[in-house]
């Protein structure tokens, strides 16, 4: 079966529903008992976390977790991790940058980043590998596409550690230079064959190079972006860059005369009602403060558009919502921002948006049908992040996690798999329970009906949508008819007629009318035959009119109580009603009723 997405409406979750029970009860598992298990290799005692799980509505399953040494608390008093906890989130802040840009009208994603930020052309063109900002525009920085450095400055984000199994780097917090080192008890570079540099190199740059140094200026992120030679030329391959985003930051604060805090606090965090989320370090009870180093009382400064927030699982759940719902941006732009730039130079299924992490992943479900899973992960020294959207299911996940970076990957393999498995499932009941069974022409005002027009529907435990069993137009096998026409082959059991659902929906006043399309499908070689272009598939669903209509549209109408009713085939000019004897009365009316001829 080709793999393909959405191939359910989102499912209507609720924490009322019973249904919901036995995910939660899987969840709470994942974390009582193989979370916290003997195969788990980070330690419990210096790690907490904090995890939501939310529809487009609510906050639909949570977990708190308090490790049992935690930091130096020095204004307060630990507190107890629960939804209001302030962690920081590291480059997550990216995604605020990216929906603060969307949002400010003053800014076209195809400009070049100097027509905000001209100073970034002084001293272009000294070095043959120097950058050309006029040919870097703004969406380029937003996707990771700039083939600029990673970092506008050399700090102290990366040292040599000792470890039981040897000499090792240690990983995180991307902004790094490994000649700047924070450990008291450093291993020395120059054992490991790096060349001796002085500490007052001139490359080492003004700013952040020790934990007591002075946060970087606007002008410390643009001097060192001159600077710097390129990566890759523009929009060639995506590689990740912080200093892209901190130009980002000082271009939104250039166009609207503020504060980058203050812009992400006026356009998203009030409208939002996100009370708990901040660039200024909060109150340490406030916060959960893990052992060891840590970046609790780190001030990014000019560097806060890549990676500054401290946020909560409860007013991340809100952020998650507001984009799988498009509160603060309209529809069509948030599709397009979901939407990945370029793929990944490892990955396979992997990609990069604005500034999305994204994988299509096909071992998620049963049949293997790919899921598309946006995320965006980040890291700071002591802390580690992810929100991950899935946005056919309609949820967003939250895990933040103080200590033991490894932790965070446990969490996100274990949970994902427990969660899009099941909710694959829970749409697919729902799907069955509403739209499974038999369509029929009923008599019109005019009499009985001259010839019989019918559907029969299924939705199977594996495969996508909903299955066309048969297809009766006017005494016709029109499933074979459609078959046909599509090119497909003259045996049926070699191919699949589907519906896919559009996702558009209408309230019609006395229920919902939604939309579907149909679409033909090969089933897999039965000689069990492979090539290389099996993965090379494309769906069309609306390549077929007549008379001005689509043939491969459905119309499903449901009434008040959220059952389906009826089918309005707009190509054949026909409604066919759910079950036999269906009155007339079921929420049409008149005027929708479309009656044989």
Known sequence: MTAFGFPFPPPRLAKSNPSLNT??????????????????????NTTSFAVQLTSTNETLWSSYFTAKILGEYRDSRSTAVTGDTMFR??????????????????????????????????????????????????????????????????????????????LRFLPLAGQSDLSQDRNEMPEDPLKNGFPPIAADDEHLGPCQKTPNDRPCTGSDVIGRARNRSMVFYPNYRSTYSNVAYSLLGLALENVTGQSFEDIIASSILKPLGMHNTSFSKPSDSDGIIPYGFNDWRTDLGADNPTGGIYCTTNDFSKYLRSILSSNLLPRAVTNAWLKPHSWSMSGVMSATGMPWEMLHSTKLTKDGRGVDVITKSG????????????????????????????????????????????????ARKETRRAFTGSFVAIAGENGLLSTHSSLLLAVDDVGPGIRIVTWISRDVDFLKVYGHLKGMPEDHDAWEARLIPSNLEHDNGSGREEIWRATAMRKPNANGKSSVWDDF???????????????????????????????????????????????????????????QD
Do not use: M
């Open 23 to 44: 995910l939660t009860a899987k969840l709470d598992a994942v974390i009582s008992s193989d979370f916290r298990g003997e195969d788990s290799y980070w330690s419990e």
């Open 89 to 166: 989130a590291a480059s997550i802040t990216k995604t605020f940058t990216v929906l603060a840009l969307l949002l400010e009208k003053r800014i076209d994603l195809e400009d070049p980043i100097t027509k905000y930020l001209p100073t970034l052309r002084d001293g272009s063109g000294k070095d043959k590998w120097a950058v050309d900002f006029d040919q870097i525009t703004i969406r380029s920085l937003a996707s990771q596409l700039s083939g600029i450095a990673r970092e506008s400055r050399f700090n102290y984000q990366c040292r040599f550690h000792r470890q039981d199994e040897g």
């Open 379 to 426: 890291g700071l020294w002591g802390y580690s992040s992810l929100i991950v959207l899935l946005p056919e299911f309609g949820l967003g996940l939250t895990i933040l996690v103080a200590g033991d970076h490894r932790a965070l990957g446990e969490l996100t393999v274990r949970l994902t798999g427990t969660i899009v498995p099941a909710i694959e499932d829970f």
């Open 537 to 595: 598939c494309f769906t069309d669903v609306d390549s077929l009119s007549y008379g001005g209509f689509s043939i491969e549209e459905f119309r499903f109408v449901r009434g008040r109580n959220g059952g389906v009713e009826s089918v309005v085939l707009s190509g054949l000019r026909t409604t066919l009603f759910k079950g036999e004897g269906v009155s007339q009365n079921s929420g049409l009316g008149k005027q929708g009723l479309i009656v």
